[in-house]
């Protein structure tokens, strides 16, 4: 797995299937960073028993052996190249707008109407399902509530997350998306972070060729491709009690498929691929 260090985003890049509201909010692209990650996420609610970390290799079992289990999501850094374009067209051809909402939902997906939004709406996925969501607080520590760089943010005790999970769980798609669109405490936790990186950061009006896409792992036991550019969630596979998001057989019908769809269509030629796991342990200090 090679390591991209830019801030990534597929959005321009898709443009064609983001559905943006007229005045086309733009977000600067998230850098792949797992530290700004977890900060970011652990300030809007999420546990500190959980944290995002970097995923070296798919295949190699040492590299493989040092991350913290069990993984809840994993975020897949890639390049928008023609072979995954053709392969995602074909594929939505034949798939119907999803319009689930409320509790019996199995996953609680979202659509992209932000540019530059992918990376928030990959980590808004992988905390937001499965097992993960029961680790996001109901209320933030004080701690966090009087946080001079965040406390501007919170108009309630609740955390953010929280709040967010519960205002938007009724809502069919798009009124999710408006929610999510006109959100000022999930825009400044962006600009926040979007500013945190180890590179520099774009302009939110850049276009970049490299795109967030979310793998989960429900409560049902199934892994769900989560990417707010498409239809809907979409079914992968079914995974085993005892089997993570980085399992062997989760990594077959995720981001594997990517990587093996490059080599045979593209020729393997593509190595902008990073991979980064929200799991169970203390990965940073935020």
């Not at 993984?71 to 999803?98: C, G, I, N, Q």
């Not at 996925?125 to 501007?152: D, F, M, Q, W």
């Not at 995974?239 to 019908?253: Q, R």
């Amino acid at each position: 797995m090679s390591k991209p260090q830019e801030h990534t985003s597929g959005s321009d890049a898709l443009s064609t299937t983001t559905t943006a509201p007229p005045r086309e909010k733009h977000f600067i692209p998230l850098e792949n960073n797992p530290q700004v990650m977890t900060t970011m996420m652990r300030n809007l609610g999420l546990s500190t028993s959980l944290s995002f970390c970097d995923v070296y290799s798919l295949t190699d079992p040492d590299l493989l052996s040092f991350i913290p289990r069990p993984a809840y999501a994993l975020l897949l850094v890639f390049p928008v190249s023609s072979a995954y374009t053709t392969f995602r067209t074909k594929e939505d051809a034949s798939r119907e707008e999803y319009t689930g909402k409320g509790e019996g939902e199995e996953v609680l997906w979202f659509k992209q109407t932000i540019r530059n939004a992918c990376g928030l709406m990959g980590l808004i996925h992988a905390v937001c399902n499965g097992r993960a969501r029961e680790k996001i607080a109901v209320h933030l520590p004080l701690e966090k509530s009087k946080c001079r760089t965040y406390r501007s943010l919170f108009a309630e005790p609740n955390s953010p997350l929280s709040q967010f999970i519960q205002s938007t769980t009724p809502l069919p798609p798009k009124e999710r998306a408006a929610l999510l669109y006109d959100s000022p405490t999930f825009e400044s936790a962006h600009a926040i972070a979007a500013t945190q990186g180890s590179s520099a950061a774009p302009d939110a009006y850049d276009e970049v060729d490299l795109h967030y896409v979310t793998f989960v792992k429900s409560k049902e036991g199934n892994l769900w491709e989560m990417d707010g550019t498409r239809k809907g969630p979409i079914l992968r596979g079914k995974l085993a009690a005892d089997e993570d998001a980085l399992s062997e057989k989760a990594l077959d019908l995720g981001p594997k498929s990517f990587l093996k769809r490059e080599e045979e269509v593209g020729g393997g030629s593509e190595l902008r691929f990073s991979i980064v796991a929200l799991v169970e342990g203390e990965g940073f200090d935020d």
